[in-house]
Nanobody
């Protein structure tokens, strides 16, 4: 069983930065971040495999960076150059597939409770 607890959300002005954290219990092979904005479908943000390979959703490429600290079993999402359209509930997710993609929610079987990110213009 994998349990995930996110932290680090908040409110920031456009152009600012935030870092999200996700503490995991258990040892998933793959972890990622998803988000769901107001009246929008959930979308993949970034994912990272156990060997460190990463993939990103197109809207965040070049602005967001996913990383993990294996010793602490913690996942991070560094978000820079934030835009109002980044406003969403951000969810940490984990899976037991060796390679996962932000384009495949089915790769992720475990979800956190979410942390809110609000970007004002």
């Amino acid at each position: 069983q994998v349990q995930l607890v996110e932290s680090g959300g908040g409110s920031v002005q456009a152009g600012g930065s935030l870092r999200l954290s996700c503490a995991a219990s258990g040892y998933p092979y793959c972890m990622g971040w998803f988000r769901q904005g107001p009246e929008k479908e959930r979308e993949g943000v970034a994912a990272i495999t156990r060997d460190g390979s990463t993939n990103y959703g197109d809207p965040v490429k070049g602005r967001f960076t996913i990383s993990k600290d294996n010793a602490k079993n913690t996942l991070y999402l560094q978000m820079n150059s934030l835009k109002p359209e980044d406003t969403a509930m951000y969810y940490c997710a984990a899976g037991r597939v060796y390679r996962c993609s932000v384009g495949r929610e089915s790769d992720f079987g475990y979800w956190g409770q979410g942390t809110q990110v609000t970007v004002s213009s």
